[in-house]
């Protein structure tokens, strides 16, 4: 027995030893390589946490990532992880040792949910949300909770609770929201998978503002619960530095749930191993703008030329018209101010503690009649169908994922474009279409300004073929690389 555990202790020096690394190469090590090397013991999941751990420590007061840091019990699950793989247990899951980050609205036992508002301040679920779940059961180490926009209301990177997170390209610049911390530490390379959500554009405008892959699946292909008692646009996916990790995150999250009324029967595709299946013969539509949509002139080259590509990788890609269009931005806004409506009661005793915007938004919907509601609804519904009549004639849609890149964060939208006390659409006209619609959507990076700001390509699939935009994103990925390209930090 004593010479065995000796062998052990031995294995156990040179299992730690064996591959030191900076912290910026472990930081932008992705799942995929992460998952290999901790199998195979050339990397040990508690040195690797260490050298990560270290790299948040340097960049988190810059950037402010983290609404919640559990750096200490991140380094305990490590520490378990590495002893189970020492001691030869099988069926370790397939996230076995990969650290992971949270967005600050879906709920953890053992972490505070916070939502950016001081109204939530220290709150503590009693229970994890079934994505926390899945995730943790397949050996993923929770980080922490990312940053969020005040209740996720809007689009830019900043909240009353923990201020302004920064986008790594340029500091101070927006980040995109709500998943905003999500998109930074993607970007920064504080690892390799991180959870969004995305209402109205919360998965993809970080993608685009920080140059990352961020795919918004079908709605209900991941549970979300708590359900929300708003209009349900919100879908819940991942975010990554690459297609494959995103990947295998959405396979780990995905597949009904009984606490989730409106998660899809189906269990996730084989999505990471049908990857490579490409796009030939794919009928895809490009449209510049939706037919209404103003859009920076630099981001319209990139895009454009971006989708051009898809020629070269055997798809036909044609300009197209879409008609539905142009009534989407009503619609939305009616939608998201009667969703932010059931805030109201919070007002009397919270509102100068709130952000100032989202005040707005709800006292919008102040007085609104039930038959003024149900007349929107009606005009939603046929705008929905309209959209799933359209793509019948195609298998994908590419957009630009927002009309500008990043911006100074302070204001709700870049200075050119004018709005009222709560109006941020404009320059998101782009996204919040398919979270009314339900499909699966996706931002990929397809360059940058003349700024050196990033700027995305969106992919939007028929509803249910989340395989289908992954398969594009991987091909357009491998023909337009982007995962090595990092900020200045």
Request: aromatic letters at 8%.
């Amino acid at each position: 027995m004593n010479e065995f555990r000796s062998r052990i202790r031995d294995q156990q020096i040179q299992y730690n030893r064996r591959h030191i690394m900076d912290s910026e190469t472990i930081g932008y090590m992705t799942a995929i390589e992460l998952v290999k090397l901790i199998r195979t013991r050339k990397i040990s999941p508690v040195e690797y946490m260490r050298a990560l751990l270290d790299r948040i420590e340097a960049l988190e007061p810059k950037l402010n990532v983290f609404a919640h840091l559990a750096a200490d019990k991140a380094l305990d699950d490590a520490k378990r992880a590495e002893a189970d793989l020492m001691s030869g247990k099988r069926n370790l899951g397939r996230l076995h040792g990969v650290p992971v980050t949270i967005k600050d609205l879906q709920i953890t036992k053992d972490m505070p949910t916070q939502q950016g508002s001081k109204i939530y301040a220290g709150h503590q679920p009693s229970e994890d949300a079934p994505l926390v779940t899945r995730l943790r059961e397949q050996g993923a180490i929770v980080l922490g909770k990312t940053t969020v926009s005040e209740i996720g209301w809007t689009g830019v990177s900043r909240s009353p609770l923990t201020g302004i997170t920064s986008n790594p390209w340029k500091l101070g610049y927006n980040a995109g929201a709500s998943s905003a911390g999500a998109g930074t530490a993607a970007a920064a390379g504080l690892g390799p998978l991180h959870q969004g959500s995305d209402g109205g554009g919360s998965i993809r405008l970080p993608a685009h503002c920080c140059g990352i892959f961020g795919h918004k699946p079908s709605f209900g292909r991941v549970p979300n619960y708590p359900v929300s008692a708003g209009d349900m646009t919100s879908h819940v996916g991942p975010m990554s530095r690459t297609v494959a990790d995103s990947a295998l995150m959405l396979e780990v999250m995905a597949g009904p749930h009984f606490l989730d009324y409106s998660s899809l029967e189906a269990g996730p595709a084989n999505y990471l191993a049908r990857l490579e299946e490409g796009v030939r013969g794919k009928r895809i539509a490009y449209s510049p703008d939706l037919g209404f949509a103003r859009v920076d002139p630099e981001v319209a080259e990139l895009v454009k030329a971006s989708a051009g590509r898809f020629e070269e990788l055997g798809a036909k890609v044609h300009e197209v018209s879409t008609a539905w269009a142009d009534e989407g931005p009503e619609i939305f806004r009616f939608f998201w101010s009667a969703s932010c409506s059931g805030l109201a009661g919070l007002l009397s005793e919270w509102e100068s503690e709130m952000d100032p915007g989202l005040v707005a938004c709800i006292k919008q919907a102040e007085d609104v009649p039930v038959s003024r509601f149900e007349a929107m609804r009606r005009r939603k519904m046929d705008y929905v169908a309209n959209i799933h009549r359209w793509f019948q004639d195609w298998d994908l849609l590419l957009t630009p994922a927002a009309a500008v890149a990043a911006f100074p964060v302070e204001p709700l939208v870049p200075g050119q474009i004018p709005v009222d006390p709560w109006e941020e659409f404009n320059w998101i006209d782009f996204s919040y279409p398919f979270n009314m619609s339900w499909n699966p959507a996706a931002s990929v990076p397809c360059g940058f300004t003349s700024a050196g700001l990033p700027v995305g390509l969106q992919i939007v699939g028929q509803r249910f073929d989340d395989l289908g935009v992954l398969q594009a994103a991987a091909a357009f990925e491998q023909i337009q690389p982007w995962a090595h390209k990092r900020p200045p930090l």
